[in-house]
């Protein structure tokens, strides 16, 4: 399965962006999706997830408030909708997909990664 990031840059602290992520799959519909974010040297952290049938959203308390994650089924298509960026949020970004919420919720190794996009917030 692969997995095509797009949407990151470089913004002012106040900032939105939205990242994309489409995804080779038969159909979203089977997998719960999630955007991870890793700055280098930090662990990787869970941003925001979905469940598969698009019913439930968890979200980072980093990010509560702030970001919005969605999806376009027929477009195959998972969305961030990031608002109010601070520079803490400057990371890679990384769309996922598995078959388990849980797997996302939890911050486990999904089934399948994207290549991640660098979103770079400036003060």
């Known amino acids: 399965v692969q997995l095509q990031a797009s949407g990151g840059g470089s913004v002012q602290a106040g900032g939105s962006l939205r990242l994309s992520c489409v995804a080779a799959?038969?159909?979203?519909?089977?997998?719960?999706i999630g955007w991870f974010r890793q700055v280098p040297g930090k662990e990787r952290e869970g941003v925001a997830c979905?469940?598969?049938?698009?019913?439930?959203?968890y979200y980072a308390d980093s990010v509560k408030g702030r970001f919005t994650i969605s999806r376009d089924v027929a477009k195959r298509t998972v969305y961030l909708d990031m608002n109010s960026l601070k520079p803490e949020d400057t990371a890679v970004y990384y769309c996922a997909l598995d078959r388990l919420l849980s797997t996302l919720v939890h911050g486990q190794d999904p089934d399948y990664w994207g290549q991640g996009t660098q979103v770079t917030v400036s003060s």
């Open positions: 799959v038969q159909s979203l519909d089977y997998y719960a």
């Open positions: 979905m469940s598969s049938s698009g019913g439930s959203t």
